[in-house]
């Protein structure tokens, strides 16, 4: 049976240990919540010694994880044995080692917790395995949140810190961090370090402790784009290249891609009253202005070139074509491409 990070993370915390738990999945923020949770709390300090196993997929096999959970443990109730990254494990999915595995799913030592991390993919459920996971184990599976899924989980991580955010600020952290959980927790807790008692965060704190510059980042090159700009944008261009590290072109790119691919969606809906917009931005309502403006200026058409734009300076930013144009070349010829039309045979 399936469970979810919050559920495991309660019956952890009412320390209700179960004998096996696999956390698999795309997302691994949960899967070193839980595992780090356990590995931290599950014995008191001096039982780790001897009762505490770390293991890595790539050094260990079936057979060695499955000894080590059914060792007894030394002066302690219970031993905790955590393999991490399992999905390296070269016979996890070998019949012979989904045999032994299956076996002690069965009838697992009870003063053990056998915790396996396996990211970024998961295992057949339609294969005895995963059937006997499911049925014998705690099963976590994670997905990525989608872009328009991260400002509730913002709000909810800030709302579990006893924390309130303007809206704005949420959809800051949610466009430039993106969709990472595991950075976006770790920018929040750095932000919060800085936080005064008792105070919220808004626009303003976010700019000043997520490395995003008030007048030079990529929400105002947006901005500028919109309103033909085009002294403005070479501004923010130039600020980019002086200062690479806070403004890494790649994540620029995909919050780009994100708002021509959503301004695109919104010219092929039916409704396109104020209200319609709305409806469909959800979270981002409060932006219908910004939105309705950009429709203006970026016809349908227009949008399907910007996203082809978009598409080939990701491809020179990576290497695969453009020869050895810098980060600040590519950019720039992409925003002089948005700000003036070309034809379509010049356009790659």
């Not at 599950?42 to 770390?54: D, M, R, S, T």
């Not at 109730?77 to 080692?97: C, F, T, Y």
């Amino acid at each position: 049976m399936s469970h979810t990070p919050e559920g495991i993370l309660e019956q952890l915390k009412n320390r209700q240990f179960a004998p096996v738990y696999f956390l698999q999945g795309e997302e691994s923020y949960y899967i070193d919540l839980i595992s780090d949770y356990i590995e931290a709390h599950a014995l008191q300090e001096h039982e780790k010694g001897f009762n505490q196993v770390v293991l890595y997929g790539k050094d260990v096999d079936v057979p060695a994880v499955l000894l080590q959970a059914k060792r007894f443990p030394m002066m302690s109730d219970r031993s905790v044995v955590i393999v991490k990254e399992a999905q390296s494990m070269a016979d996890l999915e070998k019949e012979e080692g989904m045999k032994q595995l299956e076996a002690y799913l069965q009838k697992p030592l009870p003063s053990t917790i056998l915790v396996f991390c396996h990211k970024h993919k998961t295992l057949d459920g339609r294969k005895a395995l995963g059937k006997a996971i499911s049925k014998h184990a705690v099963l976590l599976t994670t997905k990525k949140l989608y872009d328009n899924q991260v400002p509730a989980w913002v709000n909810a991580y800030l709302k579990s810190k006893g924390i309130k955010a303007t809206q704005q600020a949420v959809l800051m952290l949610s466009e430039y961090i993106g969709a990472d959980l595991s950075r976006l927790a770790n920018e929040i807790d750095k932000l919060l370090i800085n936080l005064r008692p008792g105070q919220g965060i808004d626009e303003q704190v976010v700019q000043e402790n997520v490395g995003i510059s008030k007048e030079y980042n990529i929400f105002e090159l947006q901005a500028a784009l919109i309103a033909r700009d085009a002294l403005k944008a070479n501004r923010i261009i130039h600020y980019f290249e002086a200062n690479p590290k806070n403004n890494p072109l790649i994540p620029n790119l995909s919050l780009l891609f994100s708002f021509f691919t959503k301004l695109l969606s919104l010219h092929l809906q039916a409704d396109k009253s104020e209200g319609g917009l709305k409806k469909s931005l959800g979270n981002q309502a409060w932006k219908v202005k910004d939105y309705m403006a950009a429709m203006r200026v970026f016809p349908l058409q227009r949008c399907v070139d910007i996203i082809h734009y978009i598409r080939v300076a990701d491809l020179q930013v990576k290497g695969i074509t453009g020869g050895d144009m810098s980060e600040a070349d590519i950019l720039r010829e992409l925003i002089f491409k948005v700000l003036h039309p070309v034809p379509r045979a010049l356009a790659s």
